[in-house]
Protein backbone atom coordinates (compact mmCIF):
# COMPACT_ATOMS: atom_id res chain seq x y z
CA UNK A 1 0.00 0.00 0.00
CA UNK A 2 0.97 3.77 -0.63
CA UNK A 3 1.42 6.28 1.65
CA UNK A 4 -1.07 9.45 0.86
CA UNK A 5 -3.90 7.64 -0.61
CA UNK A 6 -7.16 7.80 0.53
CA UNK A 7 -9.10 5.64 3.36
CA UNK A 8 -9.10 2.04 2.59
CA UNK A 9 -11.09 -0.98 3.49
CA UNK A 10 -9.03 -3.35 5.22
CA UNK A 11 -10.88 -6.62 5.87
CA UNK A 12 -9.57 -9.42 8.32
CA UNK A 13 -10.73 -13.07 7.72
CA UNK A 14 -9.79 -15.64 10.76
CA UNK A 15 -12.20 -18.15 12.31
CA UNK A 16 -14.31 -17.29 15.66
CA UNK A 17 -14.56 -13.78 15.54
CA UNK A 18 -17.30 -12.56 17.56
CA UNK A 19 -19.10 -9.32 17.23
CA UNK A 20 -17.17 -7.65 20.31
CA UNK A 21 -14.39 -8.54 18.69
CA UNK A 22 -12.41 -4.98 17.52
CA UNK A 23 -9.52 -4.57 14.78
CA UNK A 24 -6.37 -2.62 16.31
CA UNK A 25 -3.95 -0.64 13.78
CA UNK A 26 -0.66 0.67 15.84
CA UNK A 27 -2.55 -0.06 19.16
CA UNK A 28 -5.70 1.84 17.52
CA UNK A 29 -8.95 0.72 18.03
CA UNK A 30 -10.76 0.59 15.07
CA UNK A 31 -14.57 1.07 14.22
CA UNK A 32 -15.28 -2.53 13.38
CA UNK A 33 -17.79 -4.01 11.39
CA UNK A 34 -18.84 -7.71 12.43
CA UNK A 35 -19.41 -9.62 9.00
CA UNK A 36 -19.46 -13.37 10.47
CA UNK A 37 -17.49 -15.85 12.87
CA UNK A 38 -14.91 -15.98 9.66
CA UNK A 39 -14.30 -12.01 8.66
CA UNK A 40 -14.13 -8.17 10.01
CA UNK A 41 -13.93 -5.00 8.55
CA UNK A 42 -12.87 -1.89 9.03
CA UNK A 43 -12.16 1.65 7.40
CA UNK A 44 -8.27 3.14 7.87
CA UNK A 45 -8.12 6.79 7.59
CA UNK A 46 -5.82 8.11 5.18
CA UNK A 47 -4.32 10.00 7.91
CA UNK A 48 -2.90 6.37 9.40
CA UNK A 49 -0.93 5.66 6.31
CA UNK A 50 -0.05 9.46 5.47
CA UNK A 51 3.79 8.40 6.07
CA UNK A 52 5.96 5.28 5.17
CA UNK A 53 5.93 2.61 7.80
CA UNK A 54 5.03 -0.83 8.94
CA UNK A 55 1.60 -0.65 10.76
CA UNK A 56 0.60 -3.35 12.65
CA UNK A 57 -2.82 -5.15 12.63
CA UNK A 58 -4.21 -7.28 15.37
CA UNK A 59 -8.01 -8.58 16.28
CA UNK A 60 -8.68 -8.88 19.61
CA UNK A 61 -11.54 -8.60 22.37
CA UNK A 62 -11.02 -5.17 23.63
CA UNK A 63 -11.88 -4.97 26.74
CA UNK A 64 -10.32 -8.37 28.74
CA UNK A 65 -7.91 -9.29 25.59
CA UNK A 66 -8.35 -13.38 26.21
CA UNK A 67 -9.35 -13.29 22.30
CA UNK A 68 -7.13 -12.45 20.42
CA UNK A 69 -5.44 -13.07 16.41
CA UNK A 70 -1.37 -13.26 15.67
CA UNK A 71 -0.41 -9.39 14.47
CA UNK A 72 0.23 -8.74 10.84
CA UNK A 73 2.71 -6.09 9.75
CA UNK A 74 1.30 -3.79 7.04
CA UNK A 75 3.91 -2.30 4.36
CA UNK A 76 3.18 1.04 4.07
CA UNK A 77 5.30 2.50 0.97
CA UNK A 78 6.69 6.13 -0.34
CA UNK A 79 4.54 6.74 -3.54
CA UNK A 80 6.28 7.12 -6.84
CA UNK A 81 7.65 10.29 -7.31
CA UNK A 82 8.25 12.29 -10.61
CA UNK A 83 11.68 11.53 -12.13
CA UNK A 84 11.98 15.50 -13.04
CA UNK A 85 13.28 18.64 -12.19
CA UNK A 86 11.17 22.21 -12.73
CA UNK A 87 14.18 24.20 -14.41
CA UNK A 88 12.38 26.87 -16.53
CA UNK A 89 9.17 28.73 -17.36
CA UNK A 90 7.53 30.28 -20.73
CA UNK A 91 4.29 32.05 -19.36
CA UNK A 92 2.40 34.76 -20.26
CA UNK A 93 1.30 37.64 -17.30
CA UNK A 94 -1.69 35.52 -16.05
CA UNK A 95 -0.36 31.95 -16.51
CA UNK A 96 -2.72 31.35 -19.18
CA UNK A 97 -0.77 28.74 -21.62
CA UNK A 98 1.96 28.46 -19.42
CA UNK A 99 5.04 26.08 -20.94
CA UNK A 100 7.02 24.61 -18.15
CA UNK A 101 10.51 23.44 -18.67
CA UNK A 102 11.56 20.12 -17.23
CA UNK A 103 14.60 18.24 -17.19
CA UNK A 104 14.45 14.42 -16.58
CA UNK A 105 16.70 13.29 -13.98
CA UNK A 106 17.33 9.94 -15.94
CA UNK A 107 19.16 11.24 -19.42
CA UNK A 108 19.26 14.98 -18.63
CA UNK A 109 17.12 15.77 -21.70
CA UNK A 110 14.79 19.05 -21.44
CA UNK A 111 11.01 18.55 -21.86
CA UNK A 112 8.01 20.93 -22.49
CA UNK A 113 5.09 20.71 -20.95
CA UNK A 114 1.71 22.20 -20.68
CA UNK A 115 -1.09 22.08 -17.88
CA UNK A 116 -3.31 18.85 -18.76
CA UNK A 117 -0.25 16.98 -20.51
CA UNK A 118 0.75 14.21 -19.87
CA UNK A 119 4.36 13.29 -18.04
CA UNK A 120 6.27 10.25 -18.30
CA UNK A 121 3.19 7.32 -18.18
CA UNK A 122 2.06 7.64 -14.49
CA UNK A 123 1.61 11.57 -14.07
CA UNK A 124 -0.53 14.56 -15.22
CA UNK A 125 0.22 18.34 -15.26
CA UNK A 126 -2.52 20.15 -13.15
CA UNK A 127 -0.48 23.29 -12.76
CA UNK A 128 2.11 25.36 -13.85
CA UNK A 129 3.29 28.94 -11.95
CA UNK A 130 6.72 30.53 -11.57
CA UNK A 131 7.04 28.80 -8.29
CA UNK A 132 6.52 25.03 -8.79
CA UNK A 133 4.59 22.20 -10.95
CA UNK A 134 1.98 20.58 -9.85
CA UNK A 135 1.46 17.28 -10.83
CA UNK A 136 -0.95 14.35 -10.04
CA UNK A 137 -0.51 10.57 -10.17
CA UNK A 138 -2.96 9.48 -12.28
CA UNK A 139 -3.41 5.79 -10.68
CA UNK A 140 -3.08 6.64 -7.33
CA UNK A 141 -4.86 10.13 -7.11
CA UNK A 142 -1.65 11.55 -5.44
CA UNK A 143 -0.18 15.76 -5.80
CA UNK A 144 3.61 16.07 -6.24
CA UNK A 145 4.73 19.72 -5.94
CA UNK A 146 8.08 20.28 -7.86
CA UNK A 147 10.01 23.27 -6.67
CA UNK A 148 11.32 25.61 -9.79
CA UNK A 149 15.51 25.02 -9.30
CA UNK A 150 18.37 26.24 -10.95
CA UNK A 151 19.99 23.30 -10.76
CA UNK A 152 19.63 21.91 -14.17
CA UNK A 153 22.67 21.25 -16.41
CA UNK A 154 23.99 24.52 -16.89
CA UNK A 155 25.75 24.32 -19.95
CA UNK A 156 22.50 24.71 -21.35
CA UNK A 157 21.20 27.75 -19.67
CA UNK A 158 22.81 30.96 -20.02
CA UNK A 159 23.13 32.00 -16.37
CA UNK A 160 25.38 28.95 -16.52
CA UNK A 161 27.88 30.37 -18.66
CA UNK A 162 29.30 34.25 -19.25
CA UNK A 163 27.86 36.86 -21.07
CA UNK A 164 30.08 38.04 -23.93
CA UNK A 165 30.79 41.73 -23.68
CA UNK A 166 28.60 43.31 -26.96
CA UNK A 167 30.45 45.63 -28.52
CA UNK A 168 28.55 49.20 -29.67
CA UNK A 169 29.18 52.72 -31.11
CA UNK A 170 28.94 54.29 -28.08
CA UNK A 171 31.79 52.28 -26.10
CA UNK A 172 33.88 54.88 -28.59
CA UNK A 173 36.18 57.12 -26.48
Given at each position: M?A?????K???T?D????????F???????????S??????????A?I???G????V???????T????????S?T???????????I???K???GDT??????????I???????P????F??????????V??????KI?H???IT??GDKSL???G?????V???DD??
Amino acid sequence: MYARTEDFKLDCTGDRFTSEMRIFVDGREMPTRYVSAQQVSTTVPAAMIASPGTRQVVVKSPSDSTAFSNSVNVSVTAPPTPNYTYIGIIGKKKYVGDTALLQDKSNKEIISVQRGDPLGTRFRVTSISDRELVVVDTSLKIKHTLAITNEGDKSLFPQGRPTPKVASEDDEP
